[in-house]
């Protein structure tokens, strides 16, 4: 949705504004101070503003007709039954100066007074964005956006967001890196096509895995799943490997270096004739690896849209258990993306095979597959954990987090803790940080 802004003033001294605000009564709520005036109107666009300098102001945010861009789910239904949507997508594409480019996406934002928050970074190979927002401000942003022609075909993915933002702040700036990767990304050939993986549809994707994990094909084939380890832990696809390292950094799969051989699924693949296939959450980092292992191997996939998208088009077909996001909703089930659940009800049970998710402690099964952070705000481990757990260790990971200097307190359900900062400065015993090595490490 695209908007554009009218202004109109009105002017009078005093009493004559007032009487100017209170004719419009019918439609309008004023409230009064001794130095301004303020009118909301009631189930409309406008907004009246009158100062001590006589003066009032009125504001209309004037709906336009909407791009004609599709979306990857058309805004014109489900979308518009939630109040706040969460939108990611990325985007390769060569930007000049990326330095104007976020000034210019700071003024739209700004000038159209866009409630986003999120993660939006900019460099010279492109755009990386998730944010949530009201949904017209959320899809106004994204349909801005794709009047540009470079950024014309993003793939979008959109879920509903029950609990208004899912992040705390919107932070819209220059990064050298889209995503972290050791090394950085800047050397990489991420702006030819050609040096990528093959994107495969979640159609062909999912006949590509009922063929493999039915037949005797998987010899030819691996499942790469290119996250974070604590992504693997709540959900992944059948006859996918657990990633070894817990950072995606920090991958190394099929790079060769001797100590990393045992545990890499890659190493003693034929390079020329297996089948690779890559997938993660929203496709960028699957893209960002398959430029590297194109150095060697040769029969590359990704999945395109990576998860999230996949599940929106195919359900949970070929998936067990939940999808990790990077936001405060930590863990939602397939039937978020497929069918629109947002109630609590539907947001916490496991799906599809539920006996794969063991607690960091005790290694039990667990039934709630959402992560929670270590109590000791020095080690902050992100893992899962049973009830049980929960209680005896008072939210830590580990028996040596518990007699750490700076516990926070524990909590319950579903809560998350807030950003570390908001912790820093509490009235413990010792102060300073001090880093704790976990029992378990």
Sequence with gaps: ????????????????????????????????????????????????????SSSLAL???????????????PSTSREDDFDFLVVNFYHFVFIQDPQAEVAKHRSFLEFQDLDINGRVYLNEQGINAQYSGPSKDALAYVNWLREDNRFSDILVQISPSENGHTFPALKLRYKPSLVQFEGGMSHLPLLDPSMRAIPLSPSEWKERLEAVNKTD???????????NGYEWDVGHFRG????????????????????????????????????????????????????????????????????????????????VGNLFVFDSRLSLPPSVYHTGATTEAELTPVSGDDKFANCHVCNLEVSELRHRNCANLDCNLLFLCCTKCVKDLRGCCCLTCTAAPRLRPVLNGMQRYKKWH?????DLPEQGLIQLKCSND
């Excluded at 009078?12 to 009064?32: D, Y």
């Design 240 to 319: 996918a490997q657990r990633p070894s390292v817990d950072c995606f950094r920090n991958t190394s799969f099929g790079l060769s270096q001797e100590e990393i051989t045992a545990s890499d699924p890659l190493s003693k693949v034929d390079k020329e004739k297996a089948n690779i296939l890559m997938y993660c959450t929203g496709g960028i980092r699957c893209d960002v690896y398959s430029t590297i292992l194109r150095q060697g191997f040769q029969n590359l996939y990704t999945l395109k849209g990576g998860v999230s998208h996949y599940l929106k088009n195919e359900g949970a077909a070929e998936w």
């Design 59 to 73: 504001t209309h945010r004037k709906q336009l007709l909407p791009a004609a861009l599709p979306l990857t789910q």
């Design 1 to 52: 949705m695209r908007w554009c802004r009218e202004v109109f003033s009105v002017s009078g001294s005093g009493l004559g504004a007032h009487a100017i605000a209170l004719s419009l009564a019918p439609i309008v709520t004023a409230s009064f101070c001794s130095k301004s005036l303020v009118l909301p109107f009631q189930n409309s666009p406008f907004k009246l503003k009158f100062t001590d």
């Design 217 to 227: 094909l998987n010899r030819d084939f691996v499942l790469l799943d290119v996250r």
């Design 422 to 426: 908001n912790y820093r400065d509490m």
